[in-house]
Structures are given as C-alpha cells and as structure tokens.
C-alpha cells in the first residue's frame, strides 16, 4: 500500500513561464502529484528521482528537475510540503541485500579446516557499520547521515584490525605490528571509500536542498558497504592463514 501524505492545497502552480492555476498537492514514496481545479487540466505527476533541488522563496515551493524545468507550487505550507519531499527524496539506501560475505559461510571460512574465530571476527569488522546503519534507518532526512560519521567508523574498523592481530600474537610485538600492517593494507580500499564519503557529506551539508548531493552521498555509502564486502573477504583469508599463538 503506498503511503501518501495529506493533500497540501496549491493557490497557484507553474511550470516555467506556464501557470496552471490551483490545486491539490499530494505526495507518495514515488511521485508528487499536482491536481488542479479546472477540468481541463491533467494532473501533473513528477517522479521524486527526477527532483534535484527543493527550496522554499517567499511561500513557493520551488523544485528543479533534470530536464532543466522549474515547477513552482505557491502556498501557505510550502515549507511543511518542502519538509515532507525531503524526507522522501533523502531516503537510506538499501545496503545489505547484495553483499556476497556479510553472514554467509563464505565470509568467515565456514568450510572444513576454517579458524573457528571467523563469524566471530566477521561481526566485529561489520559491526560499527552495522550499528550506523541501525543507528540512521531510526532517524529522518539529513540526520541519518551524521549516524555514519566516516572518521568514527574508520577508528572503529581500525581497533577491529588491531584486536586481531593482538588476538593472534599478544606476546610477539614484531609479528603483531607486521600482521597489523598487513591488515591496515588490505584495508586501504574502505578507508579510501570513507574519506570520499566524508567529503560527500561535507558537500550535502553545504546544500542540503541539492538533492544532487544527498545522491551522490547515498552513492557513496552504497559504496561503503559493498567495499567493505569485498575487503572482508580478503581480510578472511589472511587471517584464517595466520594462526593463534598455542
């Protein structure tokens, strides 16, 4: 069932220099709908991925789409209406679905001959985007993003590398900070992938009505995870050849 929001009544609508008179403005998790009270009038049906920017000048709406078109909504509630496309269009994507290690016996070396510490340290590498994750799908909008601080997560999956070496050699220094080493390096794609990610999100911050932005950032985070897909596999397989101290 699609869940749309209340009418918003529209004194005047226009795209460009066309002025398509009054209306009703209604939206659902796809499109924002334009009915007008003239007959004559079709609806005007605007799909929330074609919006790149939303701004509120003086009681109208303004929304700029990518063909170039500005449709301009004046209204009492254009900031309420504002409020509720943003929420809409800045929507946490879906990340989890198609990672190929996250929670499968592929991912922590399930096969026979494994290290039983695998799922174990699979969840402990995992876990700080995970909880951002939780974390953000509890919040709205432009909050949800602050839930994945990169430099936060970086620290987190750092100590994560550090706890296994220390688990493999806590009574041999030089081997400790050489398999530290070697995780760190395995690990330079996702650390790179957060510094992009923060940069994204400095980027939104400063425009937070260039829908744009709130994409590429999305983007970005999408991108997060699946990297962070790919490096575990690699991490997995360095550490299931490094065994513990007996």
Do not use: K
């Not at 403005?25 to 709908?33: K, L, N, P, R, T």
């Not at 949800?144 to 999956?157: R, T, V, W, Y």
């Not at 650390?191 to 992009?196: A, H, T």
Request: include cysteine.
């Amino acid at each position: 069932m699609i869940d749309r929001s209340p009418p918003y009544v529209v004194t005047a609508t226009r795209i460009g220099r066309t002025d398509l008179g009054p209306g009703t403005a209604v939206v659902d998790d796809d499109a924002i709908f334009v009915v007008h009270s003239g007959a004559e009038q079709r609806p005007v049906r605007v799909p929330l991925s074609r919006i790149d920017s939303i701004a509120v000048d003086d009681g109208t709406l303004l929304l700029c789409l990518h063909d170039g078109a500005e449709l301009a909504l004046v209204m009492d509630a254009a900031t309420q209406l504002s409020d509720e496309l943003g929420l809409r269009c800045r929507t946490i994507p879906e990340m989890t679905h198609a990672l190929r290690a996250l929670g499968s016996r592929r991912g922590h070396h399930g096969r026979q001959g494994g290290r039983a510490a695998g799922a174990d340290e699979q969840r402990r590498f995992f876990g700080p985007l995970l909880e951002a994750r939780r974390r953000a799908l509890a919040l709205t909008s432009l909050n949800a993003m602050a839930a994945f601080d990169p430099n936060l997560l970086a620290q987190a999956i750092s100590a994560a590398l550090r706890s296994f070496a220390a688990g493999r050699y806590a009574n041999d220094p030089p081997a400790r900070r050489a398999l530290e080493a070697e995780l760190v390096d395995l690990c330079e794609p996702l650390l790179d992938v957060l510094s992009g990610l923060s940069a994204a999100a400095d980027e939104v911050r400063t425009a937070p009505g260039d829908l744009r932005r709130w994409r590429r950032w999305a983007a970005g985070l999408r991108s997060t995870f699946e990297t962070a897909d790919r490096v575990w596999l690699s991490l997995d397989a360095a550490l299931d050849a490094t065994p513990f101290d007996s």
